[in-house]
């Protein structure tokens, strides 16, 4: 399988990449940054710091990169089989364009293999709003070719990715928490599903979504707002610091 991911940033390193490599998928960075694109066509490498209540160093291999604006990101959006992304959501509507020239060159190519493309943003039905996009910027003559062969798929992510504890310049190191959740929804996907390790399929997505928000947001929220609350502060100032083990 060849993927295309577009993002290599902390998340898109540290998390979505790691575990489409780490599944053995032939797998390409696309972003904007040459610093990290040099870096990644030079070694095709980099490692993760993965640190918990052990910590590991993985090392994530045979990985290259292009631009996102260039003409290589069209060209590969019209062979690979899986697209994904990792870049914010008001960046959606800016690689659109891109996805949607790669969908015509695949229509035009005769590349009638089914292909998945899956937004990996913190929102909600990302990979519909992003669907939204591409499909403005398509041709009228190749939505129904699109809509026949490729399949948007939602999804929710959740993994911290916390500021590297490493004193190293490496524009590639990348520190990541142990958990890590990607939740894909498997009635969305065209042809075979996938058997990603570490990508979990669902066919009821907004039962997790609404669990994250009610248990890990609400969580973080009220944390914060219990800082404005003297008689508590100094105990949520004590765990979120973990100066101590004990109360």
């Given amino acids: 399988m060849k993927a295309l991911h577009f993002g290599a940033g902390n998340i898109g390193r540290g998390f979505i990449g790691k575990l489409l490599a780490d599944a053995g998928i032939q797998l390409t960075f696309a972003d904007v940054n040459q610093v990290v694109l ?3 066509n030079a070694r095709h490498s980099y490692q993760v710091h993965v640190v918990g209540e052990t910590e590991q160093v993985d090392t994530v291999s045979g990985v290259n990169a292009v631009s996102s604006i260039g003409d290589d990101v069209v060209d590969l959006i019209a062979q690979v089989d899986l697209v994904t992304t990792a ?28 292909l998945n493309i899956i937004a990996c943003e913190n929102m909600v039905r990302g990979t519909t709003q992003l669907k939204g996009h591409v499909m403005n910027a398509l041709p009228e003559d190749a939505k129904a070719w699109v809509e026949e062969h490729v ?17 190293t ?3 590639l190191e990348v520190t990541v928490e142990t958990f890590s959740e ?19 399929l669902t066919d009821n997505l907004m039962a997790f979504v609404e669990r994250k ?5 609400t969580g973080h929220a009220i944390t914060r707002t219990s800082e404005n609350w003297p ?16 109360w």
Wanted: aromatic share 6%.
């Fill in 169 to 171: 310049n490496d524009p």
């Fill in 151 to 167: 399949g948007f798929v939602d999804s929710a992510v959740d993994r911290i990715v916390p500021p590297s504890a490493s004193a």
């Fill in 38 to 40: 040099d870096a990644l």
């Fill in 182 to 200: 990607w939740i894909v929804d498997k009635t969305q996907f065209k042809g075979a599903l996938p058997n990603i390790p570490g990508m979990e």
């Fill in 231 to 246: 008689v508590i502060r100094p105990f949520v100032t004590r765990f979120s610091t973990r100066k101590s083990a004990r």
């Fill in 87 to 114: 870049v914010g959501p008001v960046v959606l509507e800016r690689i659109a364009p891109a996805i949607a020239k790669g969908l015509v060159k695949r229509k035009e190519q005769g590349n009638e293999s089914p």
């Fill in 213 to 217: 928000l009610f248990t890990l947001n």
